[in-house]
């Protein structure tokens, strides 16, 4: 989309950037945009579904080695079933993982059932869109790979900071994602 | 309107589209006016009233081969008798999506009877047109084609950004609507 | 208003006109006169009393022959004895229609009776005048014809985007305006 | 005020009259002053104390004959004992009317007995002065007079956008105010 | 404070009193200073403690002569024991004393006893306190003298735009004020 | 600290200093440091911590021979145990002080005890940062010393406009702070 | 990140650093960083876990001869197994550490049981993340160690203005913190 690069710079100039809740002239969000660039920078994550089940590759990027790296979370819990990675902003990420985690424990209370994984995924979204519609309130500048087996089907979803998601077999978020993005395509992906 | 468009730029420069509510010297809401360019760059996606139902077509534009295709929306049902489809921000439509199902369910509950396609259009275009006069929330980027059969009428209505509404014999949103929307025009279409 | 208008590119440059709750130093809500620019290049509505009733003549504006054109609403019915037609952003006025709807159905709830069409008038422009004075609203962009018959007597009232109405014996709004009004003036209005 | 006046364009180029809640360098609300401005170009509105009672005098500036000129509101009855005339925004003074008149209606039911014109003028007032201090809010561009009998004796007040108000024997708003002053002021006035 | 002074045009031009709760880099709020200007150059209004009681002396400032000169206030009575003036914006003077009205009159409902005098200066002082803090809101433009006889015993305050308040023999505010202070210095103040 | 002193003028004209809840580049907070200059101005307070007790010294800053002298607060009581002075703005200092009363009186009706003076300044100190960090308010623009007589043992606080305290065993705040620390410096300070 | 160091003197022309909830166009929150700055040049605060328990050291930084030098806070209890200290803005810590006393005090009460020191940690950090992603709120300009001992296991916690938080073996905030990272890392660290 040469046109739109080339524009941007100016758009920036006009400030159609310096404000959440504005299209530009061309009809993007600037600020979610750039949420985006934030996850590309982050440290890679990636998730795989499997013969037989779910894998998550996640790099912890610890350059100070004082800190204990058992501790270092990049791999969550939200239920039983369901696990999530991140990438971004990671104060971000434990937002959303903790609503998920809340989210998770009341669906049990209350239908005395597991949740689907997909369930948990609309709720994450539904705050990340929010938060690209209300002034007040910046993006969140994370992307999320949350996965889970729902009665023996092992499920993978990506989130990006506009709120969208999509099923994938397997996927790649943060640093150096084009390149392995191109080897698990290579893979030959389960079917289903 | 030739001298709307060489307005446009002096406009901008004067900062007349970067707060939402807020009307342009010659009577334009810009902030509405970028959002449906956002709905014209969407992926495309028609809908129409044929002799023995509805039809609608999408464009998916799946670009990733590790997407799970079939898990991909781009037509939700609203409920057993109404379904739509979208083009632009797609985590906006799913608001809207959502919206409509919670209240076409209430609707059931409430009168145990299914709930007319108009009243689920109305409901939806009024919370675009709030968008687009109260501060602190910026228009959905998003046109919506909601279609339904009621009392076996199949009806088909186009949403836009402004929370404008009509109801039509058969229509496209998104990338390519003009030449699309020749095509149509030639098709005869159904008397009702 | 010679003065008037030559200092207004100069307003536009100081930027009195982009914030609502602001007036230029002449005295002048700008936001509000630009919401009436909208107005006037809204599809023509004509409204009249005649000797047995009231007319409503609207332009449609249908550009796109594959709406269904007998379900274009310009014409609206807020109660048994009051129309309404709109020129400006449609959507604006379906809010406002849809509100003097409700009251309508309060009214004969509540008193068991007819409301009266200067309730309905007065009830519109309280809200339109809201969004002239409080922040965070922009003004309506719509003018609304609203008549009605209360007891016999036919009654138009045009309502203005800063709340401001008038009883006419005949009134047009939106594109032509000028010389429609010159038509309109020419024929003899009933003594009523 | 030479001074004033010469360093208002300066003010203006420093926006201190872009932001209602804001005092000038010299300790003036531009604001304020621009909605009086918009008084002094209103229709003009005459009320006087005569001998044995009250007069008001307007301008209906009605310019369009289709208009039904009985209808035209610009003497409104705020109780049996109190009217009121306007200049300025006509739409702003109908909300200030519609509230003393229910102020006026609400005296009657607790205490039995007509408001004082006075209490009336009082709460007109703190309504206006609101609107010059708090944020999100315009100042009103209207001056009202208030006229009333309370027990045999006529009282006429002028309220201004500031939310002061004077006693007078007779005053005159809007256009053509310093000519018509100085005939009421060649009147003898009676002595009350 | 030369230096202040001649630095006072370039905060200007930085926009350092264009928003209320704002320091200047030299430690001022100037929204309070330009407050202060306001009552600088209202009329005149001059308040004495005298050896049997207490002296208001204002200057009405009527230069309308149809305005019913015994009927402007510039001296009211907040309870039987104390007695108020003002300069500078006369409306933001009438909110302060009805608030202070008010206030005497529930402490004799709960209390069975006047009020202090010093209870009421106070009472205003934190709500003009809060005028200079808080966003949204414009310092009062108005200084008050407040005078009353607490248990025989005459004692008169001044209270400035700030919040700050003295007590005084005698004190005069608004036009003319250094050359009047000047000549109320010379008087003998009783002592007390 | 040359290098911040030489950037300050440069953050003023990009206007880091005109919206308190930011930060600069170099980490400060320029409308606090701005509010503790206002401090530095103030009129000079003086505290200290005696063999036998604590002393106030104070520089009312009577310039105004008319002002009733021994009713000018400078020193303030909160408790039978608690007293503060304060330099800097007085009318913020009075809310904080009335606060100060307040929380002791309501520390003696619920534990039938004597406050802490420590818990004292506490408090105080919370609401002086919530000022520095919530949008819509500006800093307080004054230091106190508070001092009390807890079980005996005599303790001194200085608290500052960032909501920062320490405990003294003398010190001085407002208008020649430098010169006088230096005597206090000095003198032999009590040991406890 | 040299082409991001060299972007970001642009970035702060246009204003990418003067509103919080905004991303910089290459993705970053730059008043976060500033915040992160503000720690940096705090004073310096060491924590480490030993083989018998944890330690930490502080520089009060106390310049002032007259401060009492044994009150001065920088090492808080949060409860009788949890300490923190602090580098940065210390009213900032304050508030943050009164908080962890309140809740660790709280689990006490409903629990009966002592609370683990992460679950502390991830409330502290809760807030800072809102703090960086609401509007009307700046972040909190400061890095807290919280370190505890649950279980007989000594568990150490470093918390940054974003809200992110790692658990170390021995850590350093603040002056100084390249240098003594280095020896912190020479020294062999216990095994747990």
């Known amino acids: 989309m040469v046109k739109g690069e080339s524009m941007q710079p100016m758009h920036q100039l006009m ?14 969000l600037l ?38 790296p058992e501790t270092v979370e990049k791999i969550w819990q939200i239920d039983e079933h369901i696990g999530a990675t991140a990438s971004g902003i990671l104060s971000d990420a434990r937002v959303l993982i903790e609503r998920a985690q809340l989210k998770a424990q009341q669906h049990r209370v209350t239908f005395d059932s597991a949740i689907d994984t997909l369930t948990v995924v609309k709720d994450i979204c539904d705050l990340k869109q929010i938060c690209t519609q209300s002034g ?52 030959d992906p389960p079917d289903k």
Chains 1, 2, 3, 4, 5, 6, 7 share one sequence.
């Open 15 to 28: 400030g159609y950037d310096r404000a959440i809740t504005m299209f530009s002239p061309d009809g993007r």
């Open 31 to 68: 600020q979610v945009e750039y949420a985006k660039k934030t996850v590309r920078q982050g440290s890679t994550a990636i998730a795989m579904v499997c013969s037989d089940g779910l894998l998550f590759v996640t790099d912890k990027r610890i350059i100070d080695s004082l800190v204990v």
């Open 136 to 187: 007040g309130l910046r993006p969140f500048g994370v992307s999320l790979l949350v996965a889970g087996i729902d009665n023996n089907v092992p499920r993978l979803y990506e989130t990006d900071p506009t709120g969208i998601f999509y099923q994938y077999k397997a996927t790649v978020i943060g640093e150096g994602e084009p390149e392995i993005e191109e080897i698990l395509q290579k893979r």
